[in-house]
């Protein structure tokens, strides 16, 4: 055959790269190295190099009978993680993946400290004081209160433990009227994370959810959330940030319905925000915009430490408006590492780094600092956004462009039909890891589920320069899949256990723009 028909021959079938490993490795002569590992090369470690440091078997899934040097299983680790991708080129997640040096000397310096061991390093848990009060400071806790909270691994236990306090403010209220509490409820929209479906499932409480809407821009409408409220409902979460497209919702709006119905049928529900990705943007980004303690129905919040409060994974914070707010049986004292020791985190011991990393950031940016940082990401979001619409090829659906209040995310998806494109942004996410890039597509949460999306997210470490990179490879790879496809044909869905939806196409004339079109806007 030709050149020409071999290219436009199809595999007629897939191949099995463990199983042929496998087969070889049992048919080949044992080399020195198989020798000296048992033969089993594909349940060991093996380097290249590796005879340098290890002439006994040194096994994968079974616990090792002997020891090895540390610069053997320094190296051993090293090469593995060598094939993880580049953190910074992982546009998906909010996660910190650079901080400034001084502050990684002091995380190591304290990784050692146990922070749960409270009177053997009380300074240590000073700085998680000071933390919280500087949260409670910049999200606007009243003067005539007593502010309370508490660092944790991570916003899914600082949400957890928020929810706790309700369910358990809730409970208590029912016994004192003598009323039935065996049915709590809790609302929040299809576009939350899944950790507060997670709460709902571990501690029996019914999830009551909004499903959202190009009209709610994609996030929970606070009038159909009320709508869904009763007596047994301990409180409403409202997103600062959401996962999907970083839009802020509407935490006033929903006060005011939340107090409409208080006068109507007398039920005091409270405002819990996950604040997750928004609590260290809105304060310097937006800081007349009303989500926080200035609500009086907000009675906590929790918000990452690890994303937008600039540190290594994982901390998380929790504060309370009011001491009165987390109930005394969430709390226990313990005296076995010490003196008397109050502890309401569902963790125990864990490193004390993850509190000192967050008080150099607080200490070192001050409030400057955080807007400099913060407003920079969100610029840099915003060109990334121009660009991405000025290519034609792209609907926007996140509004950080138009200086709507929002994390700085950059939601998209294609133009399908408008292009005649023959590939979807599935195959669009594929495409560009070719160029080393992280960029995720998924369906829009319930409501929208027939929307697909891909969705990048602009951290500190991503400079203009970084993002025009992507941009450039983005463009890259719409227009050679659009070439593949339209000399070969559709690309081909694998159908695993369901259908996959059909995508709408029509043809339509090549397209004629390139990435060079757009070299100028970077």
Not at 11 to 36: M, Q
Not at 210 to 232: H, W
Not at 423 to 452: N, Q, R, T
Not at 484 to 510: A, F, L, W, Y
Request: aromatic share 10%; with cysteine.
């Amino acid at each position: 055959p030709s050149r020409s028909n071999n290219n436009n021959m199809a595999l007629s079938k897939k191949i099995d790269a463990k199983g042929i490993i496998k087969e070889i490795e049992e048919k080949s002569a044992p080399s020195t190295l198989g020798s000296l590992l048992g033969g089993k090369t594909s349940s060991v470690h093996s380097l290249a190099y590796s005879s340098r440091y290890v002439r006994t078997e040194v096994p994968k899934y079974q616990f090792p009978e002997d020891s090895i040097e540390a610069s053997a299983a320094y190296q051993i680790i090293h090469d593995q993680m060598i094939l993880d991708g580049n953190s910074s080129q992982n546009m998906a997640t909010f996660v910190t993946s650079w901080m400034e040096p001084e502050a990684t000397k002091l995380m190591i310096e304290s990784m050692g400290k146990n922070f749960a061991d409270k009177d053997e390093y009380p300074k240590t848990v000073e700085l998680q004081e000071r933390c919280v009060s500087m949260l409670a400071n910049i999200w606007n806790g009243t003067k005539d209160e007593q502010p309370m909270g508490t660092s944790c691994i991570g916003s899914s236990e600082a949400f957890t433990l928020g929810a706790l306090a309700m369910k358990f403010m809730w409970r208590n209220q029912k016994k004192a009227e003598g009323k039935p509490h065996d049915k709590p409820n809790i609302i929040f929209g299809h576009n939350a994370q899944v950790c507060l479906e997670k709460f709902a499932r571990y501690f029996d409480v019914e999830v009551r959810q909004v499903k959202v809407s190009k009209e709610s821009r994609y996030v929970m409408d606070p009038k159909l959330a009320v709508d869904l409220a009763d007596e047994n409902t301990i409180g409403i979460v409202t997103i600062l940030g959401s996962t999907f497209t970083g839009h802020f919702e509407h935490v006033k709006e929903l006060q005011t319905h939340l107090d409409r119905i208080q006068k109507e049928k007398g039920w005091d529900i409270p405002i819990h925000v996950d604040a997750a990705s928004g609590g260290f943007v809105a304060p310097f980004a937006f800081p007349k915009l009303e989500w926080d303690f200035r609500l009086p129905r907000v009675k906590s919040i929790n918000a990452s430490g690890h994303k937008y409060g600039l540190v290594y994974p994982g901390v998380g914070w929790i504060v309370w408006r009011d001491v009165k707010f987390l109930p005394e049986e969430l709390i226990f004292h313990i005296d076995y590492l010490g003196d008397d020791t109050p502890t309401y985190t569902i963790n125990f011991s864990r490193s004390a780094n993850q509190v000192v990393g967050q008080y150099y950031n607080f200490l070192r940016l001050g409030k400057k600092g955080y807007t400099d940082v913060i407003q920079n990401c969100l610029e840099n979001a915003k060109f990334l956004s121009n660009c991405i619409l000025k290519s034609g090829y792209f609907n926007m659906i996140s509004e950080v462009h138009n200086d709507e209040p929002s994390v700085p995310v950059v939601s998209f998806n294609l133009k399908i039909e408008e292009n005649g494109f023959l590939f979807d942004e599935y195959d669009l996410s594929k495409e560009i890891k070719h160029f080393g890039w992280i960029v995720p597509a998924y369906k829009m949460p319930e409501g929208c589920e027939k929307m697909h999306i891909l969705r990048v997210v602009v951290r500190e470490c991503h400079s203009r320069e970084f993002l025009c990179e992507l941009f450039t490879d983005l463009i890259r790879s719409v227009e050679s899949l659009d070439h593949m496809t339209r000399s070969r044909g559709p690309v081909k869905k694998e159908v695993v256990g369901t259908e996959v939806d059909p995508i709408h196409r029509r043809n339509s004339e090549s397209l004629t723009q390139s990435a060079t079109t757009f070299s100028s806007v970077c």
